[in-house]
């Protein structure tokens, strides 16, 4: 009875969860080797070769192993650090300092070149894998807005603080269709209301419910990718603009802040709902950071 009992426990050891920490310990190194590439110092066109070499190679271990081992988890967790790896490349590549009278060019240079890149790591990965496309949908679609964000700076005046405040209401309009998206990506149609009593008796044949909980499910895996996606733009965009001491943008920030946390009270999945909760919550504590080393020594509250 303790033996059965243990092993039903939630938080018990099972092979399914030594897999998962494996793949877990496996893209902690891979990031790891990102940031150590990512270090300044040496050759920027010598650390994008290598942080090219090293994307291939991801992408030749991520179809290996989905295809060759058949095991489709790891290969898609190899193939989701290809994108980082060739956006690296893609950074380092243009060259430039972001100091000086065109700082804001040159970080619209780079970050074309490094969305492109991202975006082109998913495509390939997901061309490789065959499998979790709403994983890699979530790296494209943050990969469009990091190019939206590149053509702002490259075309305008506009500082990155600006720019981010656009991209966080494109992200908030992108999250009030995420359901419908995922409704139609999955394959599932609303059929039009009846206009007349006629039109009451069409289309009434039960779906199979085999069909149905399998689309549903494809519908839940679509939401989760794309609010995912909202909420890393998200976090971007709170911590560009929570950095700033602007009434206006202080106020950008906290509303920002509130939608996401007010919008992730829909969302039944806790994947989805942390995936806006954890950006708002950021920002609110972001701007307590800033703005607590600031404030006059009789107005602190320690």
């Known amino acids: 009875g303790i033996a059965t009992t243990m092993r039903d426990h939630p938080f018990g050891w099972t092979p399914k969860v030594s897999r998962r920490v494996l793949l877990g310990i496996v893209v902690a190194v891979l990031i790891g080797g990102v940031l150590v590439i990512a270090w300044p110092g040496g050759s920027s066109l010598s650390r994008s070769v290598f942080a090219t070499a090293a994307g291939l190679l991801l992408l030749a271990g991520a179809g290996a192993a989905s295809r060759a081992v058949g095991d489709a988890g790891a290969g898609a967790a190899l193939g989701f650090m290809v994108g980082p790896y060739l956006a690296l490349a893609g950074w380092l590549l243009p060259g430039g300092e972001l100091s000086g009278p065109h700082a804001y060019e040159t970080l619209g240079a780079r970050l074309l070149a490094a969305s492109a890149a991202l975006a082109g790591g998913a495509v390939l990965a997901l061309a490789v894998v065959a499998a979790f496309a709403a994983l890699f949908l979530s790296v494209a679609v943050v990969s469009l807005f990091a190019a939206v964000a590149a053509v702002l700076l490259l075309t305008t005046d506009l500082a990155p603080v600006h720019a981010a405040g656009i991209l966080a ?30 039109q009451l008796q069409e289309g009434i044949e039960p779906h199979p419910a085999a069909a149905v909980s399998a689309r549903a499910v494809l519908a839940d895996g679509w939401m989760t990718s794309l609010y995912g996606a909202v909420g890393v733009v998200g976090a971007a965009c709170v911590v560009v603009l929570a950095r700033e001491r602007e009434l206006a943008e202080i106020i950008m920030t906290v509303a920002l802040c509130l939608l996401l946390v007010l919008h992730a009270r829909g969302l039944g999945n806790i994947w989805q709902r942390m995936s806006l909760v954890v950006p708002g919550v950021l920002g609110l504590l972001l701007l307590v950071l800033v703005a607590a080393p600031a404030a006059s020594p009789g107005n602190r509250l320690v």
């Open 169 to 198: 209401v494109l992200a908030v309009i992108l999250g009030a269709f995420v359901p419908s998206l995922a409704f139609r990506m999955s394959g599932m149609r609303m059929p039009p209301l009846p206009t007349n009593a006629q």
